[in-house]
């Protein structure tokens, strides 16, 4: 079992579940990750979570992607996604494969939403599917690694 996938909540995704659960849901974020925890199990891949409210903790995971040897990275910036060049760089230098993920379209919410610094460089974005996007993303994370 060497591969290993990363994914990364960014900046009040704690709050899942109770935050706005008409726009993010009601599963909270111990849910999501039991879920994900559960593919990663049965398909026999390394499967490492983060969350963190601070753009730097999130920026040194991401270059903790070289030295850990990580094959994939799943992140959901949250509301990082529209502000942040210093994520999307560290993403760009460790150059790791990637899926974007959000809870909700961000295309059909407030028009700063729709921007992301991430989507360009990304294998694929995911938005709109609520918790199900995640277990996609990592699907998605699984077949990539398990095939290189």
């Known amino acids: 079992m060497s591969e290993k996938i990363l994914v990364l909540h960014g900046p009040n995704l704690n709050l899942l579940g ?7 849901g009601d599963q909270t974020l111990s849910q999501i990750n039991a879920s994900l925890e559960k593919i990663a199990g049965n398909n026999a891949v390394i499967l490492d979570i983060y969350q963190s409210n601070a753009e730097s903790d999130l920026i040194d995971k991401v270059h903790e ?3 850990k040897n990580y094959q994939f990275l799943i992140i959901n910036p949250a509301a990082l996604s529209h502000t942040s060049v210093a994520l999307r760089d560290a993403i760009s230098g460790v150059k790791i ?4 993920v959000h809870l909700s ?6 028009p700063f939403r729709g921007h992301s610094y991430f989507s360009d460089i990304a294998e694929a974005v995911v ?5 199900f ?3 996609a993303a990592l699907q998605y994370a699984v ?3 398990k095939r290189n």
């Open 18 to 24: 109770v935050r706005e659960p008409s726009v993010y």
């Open 143 to 145: 077949k990539h690694v």
């Open 105 to 110: 379209n961000i295309h059909s919410r407030e």
């Open 65 to 67: 992607t070289l030295e």
């Open 97 to 100: 494969p990637f899926v974007e």
């Open 127 to 131: 938005c709109g599917l609520g918790d």
């Open 133 to 135: 996007g995640y277990q």
